[in-house]
């Protein structure tokens, strides 16, 4: 069976991973600044935009998740911008509850105070925030908070693509090695690809440290100056991603120890075992003997190369997304698992493009091993996928409201074109299977038999060769030029390997991109905490957002005499903060209903804040108010309106609220 490849220019690999390269970086200009995390501020006491009659001791935040802060993490600023706030900040966590404190100096004037504040989140990305309370009343205040967010700038940018390269080394490291064990193990002596291997390790490695160094200015400043605190590199080095990362530079070095085994004993080996090959069985038992060893060394380096990669993956899944949330049990190995797909996958697939083109004479046998490797690592990562995206969107709704579910469907479609140019990879794979032992001498004699005119050249220099070292020279590197022009046209000339060699350019071009939509997940908030934190309750149907203060009129029935009437309620200006309530009753015919009792109440179920009691003060016959209604946070709120008309009868009408 033959077939012929299609005249498509192959451009150079270099001027392709460039262009690529320039896309990701678009890219990541696209994306920088989306990093957010799903810690949020639910509760201060005093309230955002609250006035209070006397100066207060301290002030509380409370955070919906654990969150990592700095003595200097809450700033008070009094209305001329100087800090009030003094001593140490307080953990007051317990009971279910995150909530911090810091002191204030006593005698504070009147006036508008600001807070500002600034934490690290579970899942190790920054989070900040401010807001305003007053001592007597309101007033100026010249107060200035950051406009950056946190984690944004130049340091933010910085730090996403820094990650993006401890992602990519962490592919070429573990797939690279992958690839030589698994597929094709003379690669071990292959120069291309153990630069490739190596080249992952220093990656990994360079990235790490700078992660360590920018994690200071990351979560803090913000000012780059700030990488080489040493103070802040050991406030760091105490939280969870510093550990992690600090792992991480452990485990790298029990990687290099492995890269040293690989390409050096282990390749040897291999080398060794192949010549006795070559020279025939007449060596009696001393060949078995070899190929025991080098199965032995194959089985201890991929089991403890197994161990060391899992670990450095768990480094991730420890100190990101997967650690946080829902089900982080059967989250973090399934993340772990996915890592090592990916790596397996795209690192295995850019060693096998290194093969292609710098070593020509890699065998199909290998080509068709990672196929079969390919499969298996897409299968897993299609079931982990599945797994992730449901425990981080939630919903459907979620995958084209949120950031991350939209980045989400965008990896989904990059993944589709990989599949796709993995598909021809395959069928290219399998046309070299179908090759016949004749063919493949006949392409072997091709190779082997100059052409004319450059075998008479070579003659005419062998012929004056040793009369000068100059021409001698020269000729060297004339032969040199000739063998590898006539393996190139023999390689070109082979139409499946060209074609496979195209395919897999274009999947590791796609592969890259994926990368970095990867690496802007990572740091992009969940769709399922950020319904959560918008106030979009999953199962309920909430009223539309108001674009004014809310009003409502409800019909309710007590069920007893003169029980049947009209509810009608506002709130403005419905947002965070303070707020002013009305409540009216009226009978069937309209007018005034006075009633024994009408209480009402806020509930935030997507935060697990309240129910918040409200009980109105009666100005006039069916006309209740309340001047101080606090809403802590913006969200759907679940509103609960109460009226008793006797003793025994009463109704409670419900109602869902967009307030913020």
Same mark, same amino acid.
């Given at each position: 069976m033959?077939?012929?490849a ?15 390269a ?6 990541f200009?696209?994306?920088s600044g989306t990093?957010?995390?799903?810690a949020a501020?639910?509760?201060s006491?005093?309230?955002d935009?609250a006035?209070?009659?006397v100066?207060?001791k301290?002030v509380t935040l409370?955070?919906?998740e654990?969150i ?9 600023l ?12 307080r953990?007051?966590s317990?009971g279910g509850?995150v ?11 009147d006036?508008?105070?600001t807070?500002a504040?600034?934490a690290?989140?579970?899942?190790s ?6 807001f305003t309370?007053s001592?007597g009343a309101?007033?100026?205040t010249?107060a200035?908070v950051p406009?950056q967010?946190?984690g ?6 910085l730090?996403?693509?820094?990650r993006?390269l401890?992602?990519a080394?962490?592919v070429?490291?573990?797939?690279g ?7 094709w193990q003379r ?9 490739l291997?190596v080249?992952?390790w220093?990656?990994?490695t360079?990235a790490?440290l700078?992660l360590?160094?920018?994690r ?5 400043s913000?000012?780059l100056?700030?990488a080489?605190d040493?103070?802040?590199l050991a406030?760091?080095l105490d939280?969870?991603?510093g550990a992690?990362l600090v ?6 070095g029990?990687?290099?120890l492995f890269i ?5 004993a282990?390749?040897?080996?291999v080398?060794?075992t192949e010549?006795?090959a070559?020279d ?5 038992g ?11 060394l194959?089985?201890?380096l ?8 899992a670990?450095?993956a ?5 100190s990101?997304?997967?650690s946080?949330?829902?089900q ?8 772990v698992l996915h ?6 996958w795209?690192g ?6 290194t093969a292609l ?11 068709r ?7 298996t ?12 995206a449901?425990r981080?969107?939630?919903s459907?709704?979620?995958?084209t409201?949120?950031?991350y579910?939209?980045?989400l469907?965008?990896?989904?479609a990059l ?5 796709c ?9 399998g046309l070299?299977g179908?090759? #016949?032992?004749t063919?493949?001498?006949a392409g072997? +004699?091709? /190779? =082997?038999?100059?052409?004319a005119? @450059? !075998?008479? $050249?070579e003659?005419?220099?062998e012929?004056?060769e040793g ?7 020269q000729?060297?590197?004339q032969r040199?030029?000739?063998?590898t022009?006539r393996k190139?046209?023999v390689?070109?000339?082979d139409?499946?390997?060209?074609g496979?060699r195209?395919?897999?350019l274009i ?7 994926v990368?970095?939509?990867?690496t802007?997940? #990572?740091?992009?908030e969940?769709?399922?905490?950020q +319904?959560q /934190? =918008?106030?979009r309750?999953?199962? @309920? !149907?909430? $009223?539309?957002a108001p674009?004014r203060?809310?009003?409502?009129t409800e ?7 003169n029980g049947?009437g009209?509810?009608?309620l506002?709130?403005d ?6 707020n002013l ?5 009226d009978?069937?015919?309209g007018?005034?209903?006075d009633?024994?009792?009408v ?8 935060e697990?804040?309240g129910?918040?009691?409200i009980?109105p +003060?009666?100005? =006039?016959?069916?006309h ?6 606090q ?5 759907d709120?679940h509103?609960q ?10 109704t409670t009408i ?7």
């Open positions: 033959t077939a012929t299609p005249r498509i220019r192959q451009l150079p690999l270099i001027r392709v991973l460039f262009v690529t320039v896309l990701v970086c678009g890219l200009g696209t994306l990093a957010s995390a799903h501020l639910t509760g006491d005093p309230k935009g006035v209070v009659d100066a207060p301290d409370t955070f919906s654990q990592a802060m700095g003595d200097n993490s809450i700033r008070v009094d209305p001329s911008s100087k800090r009030v706030d003094v001593a140490k900040m953990d007051l317990g509850t909530r911090y404190a810091v002191d204030l100096k006593p005698g504070l004037p006036g508008t105070y807070v504040w600034q690290v989140s579970a899942d990305h920054p989070v900040s925030g401010a309370f001592i309101p007033s100026e010249t200035t406009d967010e946190a944004g700038g130049l340091v933010g940018t730090y996403d693509t820094v993006y401890s992602y080394g962490f070429l490291l573990v797939g090695a992958a690839f030589i064990l698994a597929c690669g071990a002596s292959v120069r291309p690809l153990q630069r291997v080249g992952g220093v990656t990994l360079a790490t700078v360590l160094l920018l200071t200015p990351y979560t803090g913000g000012k100056g700030d080489f040493l103070g802040g406030d760091v939280t969870k991603t992690a792992s991480r530079l452990l485990l790298l029990a990687a290099a040293a085994v690989l390409f050096g282990y390749a040897k080996r080398t060794e010549s006795e070559d025939g069985e007449g060596s009696g001393t060949g078995s003997e070899a190929q025991k060893a080098k199965a032995d194959t089985f201890g991929g089991l403890g190369g197994t161990v060391v990669a670990g450095i768990g480094t991730w899944a420890l990101e997304h997967a946080t949330g829902i982080t049990g059967l989250a973090m190995p399934l993340d890592l090592l797909a990916v790596a397996a795209l295995g697939l850019v060693s096998l493009l083109h710098r070593t020509p004479d890699i065998e199909r046998a290998a080509v091993r990672f196929s079969r490797i390919a499969f690592s897409v299968v897993v990562l299609a079931m982990t996928g599945l797994y992730q449901w981080q969107v939630g459907w709704s979620a995958l409201d949120t950031a579910g939209q980045l469907l965008a990896k989904v993944i589709a074109v990989l599949l140019a993995a598909w021809f990879s395959r069928r290219w794979t070299l179908e090759r #016949t032992t063919g493949t001498e072997t +004699e091709a /190779e =082997a038999e100059p052409e005119g @450059e !075998a008479e $050249a003659a005419g220099d012929a004056g009369s000068d070292p100059e021409r001698a020279a000729l060297a590197r040199t030029a000739l063998a022009a190139k046209r390689r070109d000339a139409t499946e390997r060209s496979l195209r395919s897999v999947e590791a071009c796609v592969a890259l991109v990368l970095a939509v990867t802007a997940l #990572t740091g992009t969940p769709g399922r905490t +319904e /934190e =918008a106030g309750p999953g199962t @309920e !149907a909430a $009223a539309p674009a203060p809310i009003n409502l019909p309710f029935d007590t069920g007893g005499a049947k009209t509810v009608r506002t709130l200006p419905a947002r965070s903060g303070n309530m009305h409540v009216w009753i009978d069937p015919a007018k005034p209903m009633v024994p009792e209480k009402v109440a806020y509930t935030l179920k997507s697990q804040i129910p918040l009691p009980v +003060e009666r100005l =006039a016959p069916g209740w108010s309340a001047s101080s209604v809403i802590p946070m913006p969200g709120w509103l309106v109460t009226v008793r008309t006797s003793d025994i009868d009463q419900e109602k869902n609220v967009k307030i913020g």
